[in-house]
């Protein structure tokens, strides 16, 4: 038997672009370079990809991993699952492989009032990208005949 619940005002659906704005319109995003400086102060870098995902794309060696589906659980200070690092205060950065996921995953996590989190513009692909351009040989200035 199917009960039914006390109906709330009826909302338009809206469209994941736009779940996906007003997400991101809560989130100060940072690129990887911000990523990193901030790491560097202490902020956890936390990848949410799958596992199968991590392996054939790669991984950040210092990254913490939780996946998607268990994130909340892992960083909300009053779950039993949560790990030793879950604090209001945590300063959270959440990555993806492109950037999309993340935004959505820190904006849950700023629901939770863990008001620091937000993610990586572009993601792991943008992560690796921009070490990509710092590892890359430097070429010399062309001479001029």
Do not use: K
């Not at 990523?35 to 990254?63: K, N, Y």
């Not at 904006?107 to 792991?124: K, N």
Request: charged residues 20%.
């Amino acid at each position: 038997m199917v009960t039914e619940t006390p109906s709330s005002p009826t909302r338009s659906p809206r469209t994941i672009d736009e779940v996906l704005a007003e997400a991101r319109s809560r989130l100060h995003r940072v690129t990887p370079q911000e990523a990193d400086a901030a790491r560097a102060d202490g902020a956890v870098i936390v990848d949410i990809r799958p596992a199968a995902q991590r392996e054939a794309e790669g991984g950040l060696p210092f990254a913490t991993v939780i996946e998607r589906n268990v994130l909340e659980w892992r960083l909300d200070p009053a779950s039993d699952a949560s790990l030793p690092i879950a604090s209001h205060d945590l300063a959270v950065i959440v990555l993806c492989q492109e950037g999309y996921t993340s935004s959505l995953a820190a904006a849950a996590l700023q629901e939770l009032g863990i008001h620091r989190a937000t993610d990586v513009i572009g993601g792991y692909a943008a992560w690796q990208a921009w070490q990509d351009e710092q590892s890359a040989p430097a070429t010399p200035p062309q001479q001029r005949p």
